[in-house]
C-alpha cells in the first residue's frame, strides 16, 4: 500500500521574489529569470536571453537548485522541473518546491501535480473568485501520495516514454505535411 504525506513534511516551499520595477528594465546580467509564461507543458522551462538579471543587488532565496519543481501560484497551476545546475532567478507568482525527504522523487512530485488527479487536488486548495491562488499554507498541507520509489521510477519512465512519443508524432505530423507541400509544388497545383 502507496503511503501519503503532507507535502510539507517532504519539502520546502519557496516564495518567488517580487520585483519592485519590471524585469525588463533592471541592468543586464548573468542570472535568468524565471515567469510563469516560461514554463511549458511538459515539465520543462522556455527561458528568455532577453531577460537576465545580476543578482548582486538582490538579496532573496528565490533561486532554484537542480531538480526543484516550480509550480505557478496565481492562475492555472502548471509545472516544471529544473534541470539547470545554473541558479534562476523566480517571480512572484511561482513557488520552488525543494525536496527535503529522500522518500519522493521530484520529478515524480512533478509528473504527480501535473496530472488530472494532481490538477484537481491543486484547484481545490485554490483560493480567489476570478483570478485563483495557492497559499503557501495550502500548498503545504496538500496530501500527496509517495509510492515506493521503484513505483515512483516506474511513473517517470512511463512519462518520458509517452513524452518521446509524442515528440516523434509532432514531427511525424510535420514530414507529412512537407511531403503533400513539396507534392503539390511539384505537380505544378
Known sequence: MDQRSKLGNIVKVLSGYSFKESVDNLPSGDTYVLQAKDIA???????????????????????????DVIIVCKGNPSIAIISSNDPILISSSLYIIRVTNNSIIPKFLAIYLNSSKGQRELDRISLGAYIKGISRQNLEDLVVPVPNIQTQQLVISLFENITKQKSLLERRMVINDEILNYTINKLNL
Open 41 to 67: 507543458e511538459d515539465l520543462s522551462i522556455e527561458l528568455n536571453e532577453n531577460r537576465k538579471i545580476s543578482l548582486k543587488d538582490i538579496s532573496s532565496k528565490a533561486t532554484t537548485h537542480k531538480n
